[in-house]
Structures are given as structure tokens and as C-alpha cells.
């Protein structure tokens, strides 16, 4: 008899050859495909020996009301079909696999489920559209982008975010307006606050089904990188997660209320791995969507030991079609993939050109994270979509620049060590290379073909927030809720040079305002209380004025083609770069283009703790932004400077050349 493990690498050796994907590969229909008079149940799995059908009238309780044995159809296809309006019931599977044993399993393909995910649902997607959905449109894109990343219950969770008690940490406080701190009519909070704010795309921290979180506990969080149901949106967040159609319905409220506002959407993906390899894609088909190690056991890059075999054709369409229906039925704008190295770039240049041919070259985002947990083994010669592959790809495939991040505040893995604006040292040429989005690059640790490919970032979920890395390596109390004027000139200084740099801009939500988790590192599964954006502490003091100060780089930037050109030609847009001083930087930039009021762009960075003179080049250069005002470019008496300027302490400096007199 053969072991589990004999089992196993025999099953990877059948599913990677040719032979199998050209008898099994398949692009028919799959999944329960409802109409008024009857609804086709259509399930992939070409090793089984039976598939039975259970249809029920609950979610998550209950027996069956009807089993139906599925039919064998070409290329591994079990099928039959039910008469009648099945809208509303739930279902599973038994499938019985080539060695006998069967397993009850949800329906990989489904759009829908009841509570928890355990069971699937026949859905009339078109009863969850909110009133004028099929008029639903994103806003009109501006060269610019600018990302401000948010978790669903983060957004709304705090008590004083004046949203109702019974929809906070819901998708519905997303659609709310006029929200305020405390109810106090004056200070906007949620939707109304990011509409000040100045950015262009809301990007939902995942907001699939996930495992980790029962979805009737209110008070359960985790950011939700442990996919179940791929197509079917979260439960915790609707307000029944009991009524499949409801959790679909407010979702789509969501994004509507969002382009409604000014904001396109985008969704945080996590296609590399499952909440556990004991999922519905395994128990339909062992072990075929999961990639393998030589000996048959599952490979681990993602570090959940369960990666998904991209390069394999049926898990490919799958991921493929699963974007594609996000685009199509939620209207999502774009798609940020979660360790996008354990992807393979032809899958990733097949997205890329689905969505060009339908919705128009680079109208969808597409970007992620180049990099994976650990080494992965790929198939077929496959190329994984890292950091070396990303001067290869299509300029619209985009990736997190973690060289600019670690350059700037530090590295991310060792919390004490400084970037540039925290103690740290830089190489003038590195600091260059940042500017223009590393974009042309040879060798070093992050290269890209344009800045279209380029997320320049300083802090996302991952990892210690901007303002808790600054305290960590600044403030030798670790005060995180008492701001130095040190760590609060450093991230002025940080904030200043992350929107100096060309490249689309992302923000983890609430760093405009020094958002803390007190410090730790990973909060993925702490309390929400911690991980809730701080709605009084957006509006407090110190905490309030930093944000002014990032709502007017946000402002600034969109007069300044020199920095969201996204061209090919856009790094020589650089001039020149030099030292004014050993712990300063100082770029000129061409910043000519439609309407552009300043022909040149002048960025000064100084990191040390003294006053430094710098001579400009020639011309009359206006003052746009210094270390504590980025509206000086608003002034109705614009500041002119000749010959020399004085570079603010742990200060920047941004001045645009002008022919004002």
C-alpha cells in the first residue's frame, strides 16, 4: 500500500505533465449557474469517482432536502441540472476521490454562502444590486494616484468615529456621510474626512471570505490574509452574514458610495495560498491546486504551507476568472496582490491583458508585493513575479518598493536600525534612484522599467507603523502617544520625501496622522480597539497639524508633472542632484507639462539637526513647501527666493522656479 507522502508525489508527477492538462484542461462554465427555471451545477474534479449534490434551506444547519448524484461530463466536468427558482438555497458537495475516500466540501466556484462559508449558495446576482448599479462608474482618473489603504472594521470600529453603533466595522459605515467626531457636527470623520484628505483610491484590505474570524462575534479581527471562499465577500462585515445575497449587496453599496465620493476602488487579493490546505479547491481535486515539493509534500513560501500552483492551467483560469468576475460584478478598479512572488509572471501578463482588452490599457490597477515568504518550487520553467522579473513585465504590473521604504525610516526587520530622516545614512545615488522610482536601474535592490510599475510607500499593515518605527528608533521613552518635536519633524521630513519621488503613492490609513499600534510589529490578530484608526487623534493638536501637512503634499503633487509622470522618458526628468551638506540632498527636476506654474522643481531634504545654507540654481524659485507648511504654494503673496536658501533643521524644502516677479 503507498504512503500518504507516495500518494502525494505520485499525484504532483500526474498533475504536472502535459498529458493531463491536454485531457483535463477545461474552459467550460463551472460553478452554480442559476437561472428562474433551473440552476446547472458544474464541478471540476477529473480524478473523482463520484460527486453527489445536497441541496438545503439553511446556511449553516440543517439536513439536506435533496441529493442528486452529478453526472460525468468531458474533461473531469460533474454536472446536472435542478428544476426550478433555486435562488436563496444552499448547497454542497460529497466528492469521492480515486482512492475511495469521500469529503464534504463547499463549492470552490460559488458566489455565494451562508454564514462562515461552510455552505454554498444559488444566487440571483442581480436582486443584490443597489438601486442604479448598472449606472455605476469610478471617477475620472488624474495622472495621479495616490492609495490610502484601509481595513473595513479599522475605518469605522471607534466610538468616537460617530458612525452608528450597530453599523461600525460594517461595509455599510462606508456609504455613511456626514459622520463626525462624537456626533460634534464639525469635525468630519470617515467618508467625509477622506474627502478632504486629496486621495484618489480607497484600497480595501481583503474583503473575500475569510477563516479567521467567526462572522456572528462583532468584537473577533484579523486582517484577513486567510482566503476561504475566493468570490463570496466577508460576512463579518455585512450586517446579516446569515443571508448570503445581504454580505453581496452592501459590499456593492460600498464601492458605489466610494466612486460616488471621488474614489476609485481597489481590493487587497491573496492568491498564493488558503486559510488551509484542507480547503474546497483540495477536497474537490487532492492536492492538483497546491503546489509541491519533489517528495509530494506542500511547499511553504507563503509560510502557511499550502501555496497554490499557479502555473498549473485550471488553477491559472481560476485565479484569472476570479479577478475578472471582481472587476466585472463588484466594479473593483484595481487589484493588490499579496506576495506576488509566488505568482508566475504569464499569469500576471494574462491578467494585465484581460483587463486592458476590457476595460482599457492600465484603466485597472495591478500591482503587489514582489517578493515571498520563502522559496517555492514553480513548474513548467515558471518565472516567479518577483524583483527580478520586474523589468520584464508590462509597465502596468506595479510592486511595493520596499528600497525607498527601508531607505527613508529604516529596515523593516530591525527596529532600531534608521533611514535617512531618523539617523541614519544614505548614498546620494540610492536617494537619486528613488526620486525617479528606480525606474532604469541596474542591479541593487529594486529596479523597474517605468515609474508606472513603482508603489512608493513608507508604511502599510505589514509590519511597525511610519510613526512607531520614528518613536522606536527616535524617542528613547517610546512615548507613542506623546509627540516629540524631533520624531514629528522626521516624519514631516519622510512624508515630504516619499511625495517628492515619482511613482504612484501609497498610504496605510491613518499615517497621515501618526497612527500607532503601540509599537507591535504585526497586528494581524490583535484586538480591534488596537488596530481602529483613531478618529480623536485625527483631529488632536499635533496629530491634526501633520495631517494638514500631508493633505497639502497631496495638493501640491498634482501640479507637479515632474513627479507623477509615469513614462518611460520620466527619470530624465532628473537634472541634477547633489549634497548641499553631508546629511543633505538636493534634486532639480523638469517640471514642465500642461498648465504646469513652475518649470523646474527644486526638492532640498535636510536630515541634520543644524540650519544649512544652499545656493539655488540660477533663476526666481517660489517657495511651495518648507518643514512646517506644504500650502505655502497657496499663499496669495507667494515667497520668492534668489541666490541662497536656508534649509530647515530635519526639514524639507520644495520651490518651483517662476517667472513672478
Known sequence: ????????????????????????????????????????????????RKVTLSLYEDGDAGDSTLMIDLVRGERGVWQTEVEGNLDGRYYDYAVTDSEGVTRQTADPWARACGRDGFRSMVIDLRRTDPEGWAADQPPARHPEDIIWEVHVKDFSHDVHSGVPEELRGKYKALTLTGTTLDGDGVHPTCLDYLKRLGITHVQLMPVYDYGSVPESDPEAFNWGYDPVNYNVPEGSYASDPCDGAVRIRELKEAVQALHRSGFRVIMDVVYNHTYKLDSWLWRT?????????????????????????????????????????????????????????????????????????????????????????????????????????????????GAFCDATRDLVKGHILHAERPGFVNGGSARLADLSAAVTGWAGVKGGRFAVRTPSQTITYLSSHDDWT????????MDPTRSFDTPTPEVLQANRLAAAFCFGCQGRLFLLAGEEFGRTKQGLQDSYNAPARLNQLDWTRAWSGPWHELEEYYRGLMALRQHLPALWDKTEQARNRLLASWRPSRLCAAFLLDNSGPASRWDQLLLFYNASDRIR????????????????????WQDQSPVLLDGLAQLPTSGALILGRTSLD
Not at 20 to 34: C, N, R, S, Y
Not at 340 to 355: V, Y
Not at 613 to 632: M, V
Open 1 to 48: 500500500m503507498q504512503t500518504e507522502t507516495q500518494t502525494a508525489a505520485a499525484r504532483r508527477k500526474m498533475y504536472d505533465s502535459k498529458a493531463f492538462e491536454v485531457q483535463f484542461h477545461t474552459d467550460a462554465p463551472l460553478g452554480a449557474l442559476w437561472t428562474a427555471r433551473s440552476t446547472r451545477f458544474a464541478l471540476w474534479a477529473p480524478t473523482a
Open 285 to 397: 481535486e487532492p492536492w492538483y491546486f497546491y503546489r509541491q515539493n519533489p517528495d509530494g509534500s506542500p511547499a511553504a513560501g507563503s509560510g502557511c504551507g499550502n501555496d497554490l500552483a499557479s502555473e498549473r492551467s485550471m488553477c491559472g483560469r481560476y485565479i484569472l476568472e476570479s479577478v475578472l468576475y471582481w472587476a466585472r460584478e463588484y466594479h473593483m478598479d484595481g487589484f493588490r496582490f499579496d506576495l506576488m512572488g509566488l505568482l508566475d509572471t504569464g499569469l500576471m501578463e494574462r491578467i494585465r491583458a484581460a483587463l486592458d482588452e476590457e476595460y482599457g490599457r492600465g484603466e485597472k490597477l495591478l500591482f503587489g508585493e514582489p517578493w515571498s515568504a520563502g522559496r517555492s518550487p514553480m513548474h513548467r520553467k515558471a518565472v516567479p513575479a518577483g524583483k527580478r522579473a520586474l523589468p520584464t513585465l508590462d509597465e502596468n504590473i
Open 466 to 473: 511610519l510613526w512607531d518605527k520614528l518613536v522606536i528608533t
Open 613 to 632: 545654507p544652499a545656493a539655488l540654481p540660477e533663476g526666481r524659485w517660489q517657495l511651495l513647501a518648507d518643514e512646517g507648511r506644504s500650502t505655502c
